[in-house]
């Protein structure tokens, strides 16, 4: 088992601070990237789990839909790393606060920033990702009180979710539906500093802070209805319609024992929190702001609405004997009149100057104002000062020419803009990610509206990981993993679907499988030609043909197959032929030499068997004929064509079929030649001729001696009806006497 401890270095880029917290599935690491330098959260898979696809599987996609998020109240989540002990990847490090540290506080304070939740949640459901964990611990603030929305453990991307399954509009209303619930119950929580114990609408009990249209927000969004229920732009909208207009938090600052003030507890690293708050990297320190923002609004408030009655109770009418030598009263009000003008005059120009600042935050003036920045920050600092002592002409001077100089900034930001797009598209060229992240995150800083400048800035935060994925991608190739190099490519176009070196390494490897392919179909196939499977072959040319439709080796390969088919029938053919002569199936052989010339129409020795065979069948067949019906030899010529057949047949090899055939025609020719003797009835009025015989005239009884045969007798009888008798004489049985009678008279 891998174990972690502090400093130790992974990927020789990130060096472990500090475990900040451990579950079921995953655990957290604070780290230092030494190349960026700067603090990132680690999440790791628990590594009991990491040979459990479905869990990798899992995490990897948490990660990319994460990942793919870009949104400025949204955490940022960088590289996956999965060729570590267990698969982990990088995110960004909030040092700060739960959103529960608003809690019971002013109403504006929290909803101004909650808006900016709704933002983030309505980002996510307009790509159709639900976050699905909505609750007050995955809602941090930073320091500057910015909102930001964290652990996409129990996200679910839609449209792959439903890839494989039949997406529908009430599915989606339904994942939405939870996720604003979730809102509703959170926004309860906040306001009221308590668990929402009941989500019944009809039994929930608000604070009376709250404004009637505020509880039927917060109903609305608990009770939510799949159908009628509002969007999350709907609620925000609503907000802004009551005056709450989205922005960041005001961290509340609480009191200790001894009155001293301190800020809200951390939920960051005390350590990392004492660094961020010694550094100056947003120009002005936010506690600092703070502190001197609250002390220049009560001094304004005591302004307008206190100093004016003290100074009217002191100037009210009241006698009092004065020093001759001390100035006129009325010198002294004018001098105070004076003082508060000039106070108003700083409050003005304070105003201004951090209305402008505000919205060059926005612009991330901390990433590109560089010393110029830096200078400005020290005036209005200077500024403070002279306000603190109560010079407030000299206070607004300064705010006023840190105004000016903020202008002056402001109208290079265009120039400081183009000046970093180039820059950082020079980086991507020539694949220097650290300089490609540093140019970008200026440049969405400047404008995070605009979608190219996001998708640059995605890919340089990707372009690490991405040459990781092609070195590896190419490692395989050349141990010609093809299958683990594709994957890889996919992997990575993941993480940029247009990176266009992946996909020209894609497109060449494609090409590689694709040959390979067709080289491994084309030697399966001559395999199988060589064992003379020539289906399977033909098969196997066929898809490689398929494969490669413009290449002519499928196609000669063919040919050869066919060419090789045939001279193996021949071959084959020959052989069955030559079988079937010598078992005398000549009647099989006629149709396998038939097959050979059809074949080849040329082949001698296919000619040459078909009319031996022809010869033969004919012959066979004549013989068998006589044998099958002996009626034939009975008939007139037939014996000298039988015994000419036998002459013909004995004139061969007597093999079995041939000598059987000729020892039973032998036989019945001479059952033919035998005579038998038959007898006559007649009644000797009657005059009876047999045809073949001759003619008998009159008798009784007679007996004759003829061949065996068909035969015809007639009797004629003058005033009778002649009568015709047709009998069969046959050599192996005795023949009943034959009666010839002429009586039917006429």
Known sequence: MTVLYKDLILKNRYQLVKCLGEGGLSFVWLAKDIKLELFVALKFLNENLKHDLNYVKSFRNEWKIAHNLVHPNIIKVFEYHADSFTPFYAMQYIDGYEISVLSKGELTNIIQPFSLVLGAISYLHAQEIFHGDIKINNILLNQKGQPFLIDFGSSNNLLDHDANQNKSNNRISEYISKDIHSLGVLFYEIIHGLPLKNDNKSKIIFDSRLSHELKNIIKEMINNSLVTGPQVSDIQSKFIELGYKPSNAVIPIKKNDQGISIEAISFGDKDLQNYEDNKSTDGIPLKKFLISFSMVICIFLFVIFVLPNQIKSNTSPVKVEAPTNSPPIEDETKNIELLLQERIQADKALAIFLSKVSYLRDKGIEKWGGNAYLSINNIYQEGDNFYLQSIYKKAAENYKFASLELDKLSNQMDQILENNVNNGLNALKIDNFNDAIKYFDIVVSIEPENNIYMNYYKRALNLEELLIFTA????????????????????????????????LLLENLENKIKRRDFENKMSEGFVALKRNNFESAKALFSNAREMDSGSKEPHDAILQVIENEKDQKIIQLEKQGNNQEDQELWELAVISYQELLELD????????????????????????????????????????????????ALKYDQKPRLFAQTSELKR????????????????????VTIFRIGKLYKFDNKKIVTLPGKYVGVGIRNGYRDVRVEFKVTPDQSVRPIVIICKEEI
């Open 601 to 648: 129409s040329d082949l001698l020795f296919a000619k040459e068997g078909l009319e031996r065979s022809v010869t033969r069948e004919l012959l066979h067949r004549n013989i068998q004929n006589y044998i099958d019906d002996f009626d034939l030899l009975t008939e007139p010529g037939m014996i000298n064509k039988a015994t000419e057949s036998l002459f013909a």
């Open 472 to 503: 590896q991608g190419r490692a395989f190739e050349e141990d010609f993993k093809f299958e683990s190099a594709r994957d890889t490519y996919q992997i990575a176009l993941e993480l940029e679907n247009d990176y266009e070196p992946i996909l």
């Open 668 to 687: 019945l020719l001479k059952l033919a030649n035998t005579p038998v003797s038959i007898s006559l009835v007649s009644d000797n009025l009657t005059d």
